[in-house]
């Protein structure tokens, strides 16, 4: 595995030390969801583009971030990505290959990481991505977004033996990769389980839990012997049946969907692990002044120690960029004060 070296100094590691559970002066913030739902410049740089080609270029894509794993895969306004020949019996599974040349196949990605990293100049850690093998498949099944997942969860209940092939092959590529994604220049990862709400308590424990364990186990190793350390989150929405099990599947933080306690959350990981989350997205249609005391309330639950401020989920297309500011502002200075007063 190798990794670029002439990367600019990092000036800003307090992401980084709070995943870690470090003190940091204030906690940090980020927000999920890609630039092309909600800022205006965004959406003018792609204005007729192809979503692919313009993510194959290095240079557009070091704006925009793709995820795409071994299917044939359209991004399509309005539906996201879509599917055009959905696996429908587990007989389909042939004709997917079960080696992934990840370089070949998603090198376009690696280069606009490593770009990116270049043009960040230090000024923040550059989180890597990745989607978790069940929310992938159900996408490979269902053809795209489904209220239901239906056909997906159809594959579970009649052909466990298929589902856990499939969730075998994708985990393969997933952690190849986030492995990519680290020797590119990602300074941390994010596994989302977006779909992960879509299962009940038995269900997670099967098709999903054990592949989460399984990505971070073998991307810390595969680290681990290159003498690299990368803080990784699980983020599986909806899961809250799962928050003591997430909690000990390997990764330094677990991220938190909007309709979890942050009070509860502290207790039922025992405090051992970093979280991260939780505001509603909607909260920032309020009032500058609102969005404050949200936050406020927020940051009072979960403390400021092992914390690292975000969404509930991802920012909606409708979303003032203004009112994304405040938000990010209030978690600095409300946290500020919070930690000269302890």
């Not at 019996?89 to 990293?117: H, M, N, S, W």
């Not at 401020?309 to 200075?333: I, K, R, S, T």
Request: aromatic share 8%; net charge negative; charged share 25%.
């Amino acid at each position: 595995m190798s990794s670029n070296n002439d990367f600019p100094q990092l000036q800003n590691d307090t992401f980084l030390r709070a995943a870690r559970g470090e003190e940091t002066q204030h906690v940090p913030v980020w927000c999920m969801r890609q630039a092309g739902r909600y800022l205006p410049e965004f959406r003018e740089s792609r204005a007729g583009k192809d979503f692919f080609e313009t993510c194959r270029s290095p240079e557009a894509c070091c704006e925009l971030t793709l995820q795409a794993m071994g299917m044939d895969v359209q991004m399509v306004a309005g539906k996201g990505p879509t599917f055009p020949e959905p696996l429908k019996e587990p007989e389909d599974l042939q004709r997917l290959r079960v080696k992934v040349d990840v370089d070949k196949e998603l090198g376009y990605v690696f280069k606009a990481i490593t770009l990116t990293r270049h043009n960040l100049e230090g000024k923040v850690p550059l989180i890597g991505f990745t989607g978790a093998p069940w929310t992938l498949m159900s996408y490979m099944i269902e053809g795209g977004g489904s209220t239901t997942h239906a056909k997906a969860k159809r594959w579970l209940y009649r052909h466990p033996e298929a589902s856990h092939m499939l969730l075998r092959m994708l985990t393969d590529v997933i952690v190849e990769y986030l492995l990519g994604q680290v020797a590119a220049g990602a300074q941390a990862l994010q596994v989302f389980e977006s779909h992960a709400g879509i299962l009940g308590p038995v269900e997670f424990k099967e098709f999903s839990l054990p592949y989460l364990r399984d990505i971070a186990r073998r991307v810390k190793d595969k680290l681990k012997e290159a003498g690299q350390d990368v803080p990784m989150i699980a983020f599986a929405k909806d899961a809250h049946y799962a928050l003591e099990d997430l909690s000990q599947s390997h990764y330094e933080v677990v991220g938190l969907d909007w309709t979890i306690d942050p009070r509860s959350a502290r207790e039922r990981t025992g405090g051992k692990i970093s979280l991260q989350g939780n505001m509603d997205p909607c909260a920032l249609y309020a009032p500058k002044d609102r969005i404050s005391e949200t936050v406020k309330k927020m940051l009072e639950g979960f403390g400021t120690r092992g914390y690292i401020a975000n969404l509930g989920h991802g920012l909606y297309p409708d979303m003032d960029p203004e009112n994304v500011g405040a938000f990010v502002e209030a978690v600095h200075q409300h946290s500020k004060q919070m930690i000269k007063q302890m």
